[in-house]
């Protein structure tokens, strides 16, 4: 076990960032066009960090599996994203969104780099909208804001229920701009198999065309893997369905630390399972909360239809137990409290696995203030539900039409039936204050790496994070490194180091298709979501770990002796590609379960069984655990254990508490 | 939980590669749920292809809730299938009866060549982004967003314009295999944002250009692709797309 170096600079917190900035070495225009920097992947960490880096100068490859770079999963985010505006002049400042995030990550997040994202949060807001992001306005025109989890101020920009969506196709513009003038050469339905080291520095990537087949080597003086989060590890999630940890995974294996795997969201609301067939899961943003009440009845097995139920007889649990956020705690705290009531009896719809959120509330309450906008005195009960329905529809019209079309029901008539799922993770690869992982020339941003989050995300900074990073924190920060590689010219890919990479990458693929088992990739990746669900899901306990280690050695034996892949591996083969995939979720699906085994504390979305407060709250263990747990992978499925050890200088340390 | 009891046929294009001639080929499923998405059947008929050891079905999908644009079967004769608003991975098997005969063949237009199966390539649409569908502006010190109000109205337009998400249903139901809604929408958000002026003539004879060299068809006034997008983009952006294109001959250099 070994200590490491986060970097953060020197000086009060709140001058760290202006002082790096104000001192980083620079690269001038001339050096800037010699030197190649790889993206890969092109969600909103991709996309903005592909094009920054562009605009500034310097020549970018960028790689995405989709057809288009439009297609990354950040589109799907529904809810928001925070900035530390006070446009609302409701008491925000950066120190409070600081505060926030580090609270809601249950004391688990480096203060320096979330401060650094509390900085940055506002130009976020400034460079989307001058990009043409239509943000919802108000009537005199200026940007609107609403409520996320774990605050109590109103900071969350949003476009109706599709603000990931629209902040894509921003940084999707700004990036097909580069690439329109040459300066971004795009690479579609590519995948990165390998990274390529020379002399310990990231010079490279292996990445598969996914239409020939064809694996290619490319060179940069420095790669950036902005590629997401493993939330598909569950098979299970709100995750696309080609989300995956590959690219991570692979840099784990070629030095870079994998920093807490076992830190991952479930989120509360979203659509229940509704049978095994499903393929995915579908998230009902938390947005919805500002408006929709949990509930669920006071009976146990109460089988009434919900607007049966009245009122007296409605346990509104969130509201109950913590009465100063209510409905608007973390998402962690969200999902135990549901799960709980659950476990309890108390859950509704067929499978019993499900909770109310329920609009009918607001919708009076809204209806109530358009009637008298419009002058209607003492209008009936109808007119006012019709006129509240308007307003919810306007808020999040396209969620209801989902919800409908999933499940079939009306959620303008009848409450949603609600229940966690696998959303996001806040594990990732392990980087300093530069995003630069343990592989020098080897950064990491977004979602994938492990950075700014803690053990909790709260709603609505996923976006935030993967923008701050693309466009404000990583053109900076790589300067440090490429200032010293001016005179690196391009290295030939026929060194001997893209050639064993790819003899790994190929090995692989080959291996999947000469073993001509029985089962599919789909029949694994399953087995492994259940075994995650069950043993390494919402709670944990360490016998159950245990097991699930020892379950997931044995599926990993099956796998490579009996999955069938049909095809071959030179040409387009969507059950090759899963199969990569599938072969490295298992492996990390072990290390997660070795990570919460490891952590002898509950904290954010970890939670052991055997850690807890009388009243079923996370009990954190500061004095043994307030550290970063960074895994080093040795090869043969063995990991060393590597500490950064987290300072609280600038926010007292405490129990979490949202009552 | 939920095995169900639909039996179906399906009547699937198969294609090898772009070059392949293709053909129909027919396939039964059976036990299929109606909470099923048309996907999850998808997943059923290839699990069972592959079991067998034949060739599963190639399409395009990925987020499978609807944004991503990337799912795109012609089912029915229809674009995403028979529901008004929806994509392929939002329709659900219970808008299908048991017996059912649904035949499936992908996009189709010369600018949307097949890769595999039902998986075609719409590269073509990046390109016409890549023209001019953004605005100038690098990455910096951009002014307070709140230092330019723009009527509510206004940015709504904007933002159902902006809703498009790129999936290509309009080209492929045309008989023309116009792309001129996917253009006009990103056309229309830029203009209706006052900061989308000072290119707003140079982007639209730019992306119109880009447009007609990746050889997608003229537009004429039919109407399929606002009835068939899943977002409800609608017909209203073709014609401010018009004008702008037609105000843009008059435009001086000076002005964009």
Partial sequence: ?659 | MSTGNMNLTLKIWRQKNTKDQGKMVDYKVSEISPDMSFLEMFDVLNEDLITKGDDPIAFDHDCREGICGMCSMFINGRPHGPKDAVTTCQLHMRSFKDGDTIVVEPWRAKAFPVVKDLTVDRSAFDRVIAAGGFISVNTGNAQDANNLPIPKAQADSAFEAAACIGCGACVATCKNASAMLFVSAKISQLALLPQGQPERYKRVQNMVAQMDAEGFGNCTNTGACEAECPKGISLENIARMNRDYYSAKFVSEEEG
């Fill in chain 1, 1 to 659: 076990m070994s200590a490491i170096n986060s970097n953060i600079p020197e000086g009060e917190i709140t001058t760290k960032w202006t002082k790096f900035k104000s001192s980083v070495a620079l690269v001038n225009p001339s050096n800037k066009r010699t030197l190649e920097v790889i993206v890969v992947g092109t969600g909103l960490a991709g996309a903005s960090a592909a094009a920054t880096l562009a605009e500034m100068g310097y020549k970018v490859k960028a790689f995405c599996f989709q057809d288009s770079p439009r297609r990354a999963h950040s589109i799907a985010a529904q809810g928001g994203i925070n900035a530390a505006k006070n446009y609302q002049n409701d008491g925000d400042s950066t120190y409070r969104l600081f505060y926030d995030t580090i609270k809601g990550g249950d004391y688990r997040s480096r203060e320096a780099n979330v401060y650094r994202l509390a900085e940055v949060s506002a130009n976020i807001i400034d460079q989307a909208v001058a990009q043409g992001v239509p943000l919802a306005r108000e009537y005199g025109g200026l940007l609107d804001n609403r409520s996320f989890g774990g605050t109590q101020v109103q900071r969350t920009f949003y476009a109706a229920g599709q603000t990931g969506q629209q902040l894509l196709l921003g940084a999707y513009s700004a990036l097909e701009r580069q690439i329109g003038m040459g300066k971004v050469e795009m690479f579609t339905r590519h995948e990165m198999l390998e990274v390529v080291k020379i002399d310990g520095k990231a010079r490279g990537i292996i990445a598969r065309n996914l239409i020939t087949g064809e694996l290619e080597r490319h060179f940069g003086h420095a790669v950036v893997l902005a590629t997401g989060g493993y939330g598909n590890v569950f098979y299970l999630s709100t995750n696309a369905m080609g989300s995956n940890v590959t690219a991570a995974w692979k840099a784990n294996k070629q030095g870079a630390y994998f920093a807490n795997p076992c830190y991952t969201q479930i989120h509360p609301t979203c659509i229940p399972v509704s049978g095994d067939h499903q393929s995915k899961l579908t998230l009902m943003s938390e947005s919805l909360r500002n408006d929709g009440r949990i509930w669920v009845p006071k009976k146990k097995d109460d089988n009434r239809k919900a607007t049966d139920i009245p009122e007296e007889e409605r346990d509104y649990y969130l509201e109950r137990r913590y009465p100063a956020f209510g409905n608007l705690v973390p998402r962690d705290v969200a999902s135990r409290a549901a799960k709980e009531r659950c476990d309890a009896g108390y859950g509704v719809g067929s499978s019993k696995k499900a909770v109310y959120l329920d609009f009918t509330f607001n919708t009076e309450r809204y209806g109530k203030i358009e009637a008298n906008k419009n002058n209607l005195h003492q209008p009936d009960h109808e007119t006012i539900m019709r006129l509240g329905r308007e307003v919810v529809k306007e808020k999040y019209g396209n969620l209801f039409d989902m919800y409908k079309q999933i499940t079939g029901e009306d959620p303008y008539e009848t409450p949603m039936r609600i229940y966690p799922a696998v959303h996001y993770t806040m594990g990732g690869l392990w980087v300093d204050y530069n995003l630069m992982t343990t592989v020098p020339g080897l950064y990491c941003t977004g979602e994938a790496n492990f950075s700014d989050h803690g053990a909790n995300r709260l709603g609505a900074s996923a976006l935030m994070q993967g923008l701050a990073d693309g466009y404000f924190v990583l053109p900076y920060t790589i300067g440090a490194y490429l200032s010293k590689e001016i005179s690196v010219k391009a290295i030939p890919t026929d060194h001997p180091a893209f050639a064993e990479a790819e003899v790994r990458a190929k090995s692989a693929l080959d291996h999947f298709i000469n073993i001509k088992g029985t089962k599919s990739v789909d029949y694994f990746h399953k087995k492994l979501g259940l075994i995650m669900w069950d043993k390494c899901g919402m709670a944990r306990n360490a016998e159950g770990l245990k097991e699930a280690i020892a379950e997931i050695q044995q599926l990993k034996k099956d796998f490579w002796s009996d999955v069938r892949v049909p095809g071959a591996a030179d040409e387009y083969n969507p059950e090759l590609e899963k199969a990569g995939r599938v072969a490295d979720f298992i492996e990390l699906g072990e290390l997660m379960c070795l990570d919460a085994l490891n952590r002898n504390e509950s904290c954010g979305g970890h939670f052991r069984e055997e850690y807890q407060t009388e009243e079923g709250e996370a009990l954190r263990d500061d004095e043994n655990y307030a550290y970063v747990a960074a895994w080093e992978n040795k090869g043969d499925g063995t990991f060393e254990l590597h500490k950064e050890e987290l300072k609280f200088e600038n926010i007292k340390i405490a129990q979490r508490s949202y009552k």
